[in-house]
């Protein structure tokens, strides 16, 4: 028997989609308005679920206050109004798309999650659009 417990987030923070390697033209074709040379922001929400068996002892499958400190150690101090582009180690030659920024989340909190859990993380760039990544 597994259960799934989750925890919902969020940040916000400025972006740009480019390629500094693409010419002026390139970029606006592929990346639009995401593109624009002075940045421009989203509210992020993320919901981050673990996966797996109850602890017989606790009946937990993972303390949630643990797993929301850890969120926002690795996520929203890190990433919290900042410039991913400038302010994020990890997108210096990354282009932070949604599901660039979905993979080092998922990367960042894996480290510090029981490997007998599984993880999935799934991020909305807007309330439209959505990305999710479980590892795979
Ligand atoms: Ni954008």
Same mark, same amino acid.
């Given at each position: 028997?597994?259960?799934?417990? *989750?925890?919902?987030a969020?940040f916000?923070?400025? !972006?740009?989609?480019?390629?500094? @390697?693409? @010419?002026?033209?390139?970029?606006?074709?592929?990346?639009? =308005?995401?593109?624009n040379?002075?940045?421009?922001g989203?509210?992020?929400?993320l919901? $981050? *679920?673990? =996966?797996?068996?109850?602890?017989?002892? /606790?009946?937990? $499958?993972?303390?949630?206050?643990? &797993?929301?400190?850890?969120?926002r *150690?690795?996520?929203?101090?890190? %990433? @919290? !109004?900042?410039?991913?582009?400038?302010d994020?180690?990890? %997108?210096?030659?990354?282009?932070? /798309?949604?599901?660039?920024?979905?993979? $080092?989340?998922?990367?960042?909190l894996?480290?510090?999650? *029981?490997? /007998? &859990?599984? &993880?999935?993380?799934?991020?909305?760039?807007?309330?439209?659009?959505? $990305?999710?990544? /479980?590892?795979?």
């Amino acid at each position: 028997m597994k259960v799934t417990v *989750s925890r919902r987030a969020h940040f916000n923070a400025a !972006h740009r989609l480019y390629r500094p @390697d693409w @010419d002026d033209v390139k970029n606006n074709e592929v990346f639009g =308005k995401c593109n624009n040379p002075n940045y421009h922001g989203h509210n992020y929400e993320l919901i $981050v *679920s673990v =996966k797996g068996p109850i602890d017989p002892e /606790t009946g937990y $499958v993972m303390d949630v206050k643990i &797993l929301k400190d850890l969120i926002r *150690s690795e996520v929203e101090d890190a %990433f @919290d !109004h900042k410039n991913l582009n400038l302010d994020v180690p990890e %997108f210096k030659n990354l282009n932070p /798309t949604a599901e660039n920024i979905v993979v $080092v989340i998922w990367n960042k909190l894996r480290k510090h999650i *029981s490997t /007998t &859990l599984e &993880l999935e993380v799934v991020l909305y760039e807007t309330p439209r659009n959505f $990305v999710k990544y /479980t590892g795979e």
